[in-house]
T-cell receptor, first 111, second 112 residues
Framework: QKEVEQNSGPLSVPEGAIASLNCTYSDRGSQSFFWYRQYSGKSPELIMF????GDKEDGRFTAQLNKASQYVSLLIRDSQPSDSATYLCAVKDRGRRALTFGSGTRLQVQP | GAGVSQSPRYKVAKRGQDVALRCDPISGHVSLFWYQQALGQGPEFLTY????????KSGLPSDRFFAERPEGSVSTLKIQRTQQEDSAVYLC??????????FGNGTRLTVT
């Protein structure tokens, strides 16, 4: 079982809708959780990070963490065509410096 | 520098050739990471440096892969006797302390 699981998609949503991206992780000791956006042919760029259970909001983005269920999600409100990209979930385990990435979910926002 | 710089941007190698990929991290960043990203996959961890010390090389797929950071700044990832399965984008990232990772634009390696 991969340590960080994401649905590969594509997830297609109409412009203006809420996009919901999900990620599960296997290590209960994981401490920090990150969402990266990656446009085709470009490097990953950080969208949000979350450490504590609950919600964290930043503009149109909300990260949600449920450590009991080992689940982290990213909500994108008022989705725009420019949000079309692959979204990578990454987890930092206790005692490790490196992040473990999922395979990413491709999001398509239809104009 | 302003960001993490990687070179070359693209590299085509014949199977069996050796290649060297360079990473210039953000100035002052102590931590440096190498990741390998195959097409359609997420980045896979290769190795981690803190200054010049290679503290974790558990992700290097074989002994053909070697990384160094002799003066604690620029790092080189070397792949000997390249194979087709080495074709991927190699990403370098750096950070200071617990700040978020900053990625370079990557080197796309194609082994023919």
């Amino acid at each position: 079982q991969k340590e960080v699981e994401q649905n590969s998609g594509p997830l297609s949503v109409p412009e203006g809708a809420i996009a919901s991206l999900n990620c599960t992780y296997s290590d209960r000791g994981s401490q920090s959780f990150f969402w990266y956006r990656q446009y085709s042919g470009k490097s990953p760029e950080l969208i949000m990070f979350i450490y504590s259970n609950g919600d964290k909001e930043d503009g149109r983005f909300t990260a949600q963490l449920n450590k009991a269920s080992q689940y982290v999600s990213l909500l994108i409100r008022d989705s725009q065509p420019s949000d079309s990209a692959t979204y990578l979930c990454a987890v930092k385990d206790r005692g490790r410096r490196a992040l473990t990435f999922g395979s990413g979910t491709r999001l398509q926002v239809q104009p | 520098g302003a960001g993490v710089s990687q070179s070359p941007r693209y590299k085509v190698a014949k199977r069996g050739q050796d290649v060297a990929l360079r990473c210039d991290p953000i100035s002052g960043h102590v931590s440096l990471f190498w990741y390998q990203q195959a097409l359609g996959q997420g980045p896979e961890f290769l190795t981690y440096f803190q200054n010049e010390a290679q503290l974790d090389k558990s992700g290097l797929p074989s002994d053909r892969f070697f990384a160094e950071r002799p003066e604690g700044s620029v790092s080189t990832l070397k792949i000997q006797r390249t194979q087709q399965e080495d074709s991927a984008v190699y990403l370098c990232a750096s950070r200071q302390g617990d700040s978020p990772l900053h990625f370079g634009n990557g080197t796309r390696l194609t082994v023919t």
